[in-house]
């Protein structure tokens, strides 16, 4: 849940971080997001490092991030696997 309130954040300021590589200049970048990883860790108990480590794997902190298309007859550009987002 936490996770999905950080990606609702994230389509406000759409910007990627800086340094993805380091959580310290992320969270440096992107104060709410610390704040809103604090309290996710609270509440859920995952830790903040995991859940930046599952944003960066899952959408390498792109708002817009969507899974590749399928192929028609192997060439022509068919429907995504799924319609999320981020």
């Known amino acids: 849940m936490g996770l999905l ?3 609702a954040n994230n389509v406000s300021n759409n910007r990627t971080p ?3 590589e380091n959580i ?3 969270f440096e970048d992107k ?9 996710s860790e609270e509440r859920w108990g995952t830790p903040k490092h995991v859940q930046m ?3 960066r794997q899952e959408s ?6 969507k899974p590749p298309r399928t192929k ?6 068919w429907k995504r696997l ?3 987002y981020g």
């Open 31 to 39: 104060s709410g997001w610390y704040r809103a990883a604090k309290k």
């Open 5 to 7: 309130w950080l990606g």
């Open 72 to 77: 028609l007859l192997g060439f022509i550009p």
């Open 18 to 20: 800086g340094n993805p």
């Open 60 to 65: 390498s902190f792109r708002f817009n991030a």
């Open 24 to 26: 310290c200049s992320v």
């Open 82 to 84: 799924s319609n999320a």
């Open 53 to 55: 480590s599952i944003m």
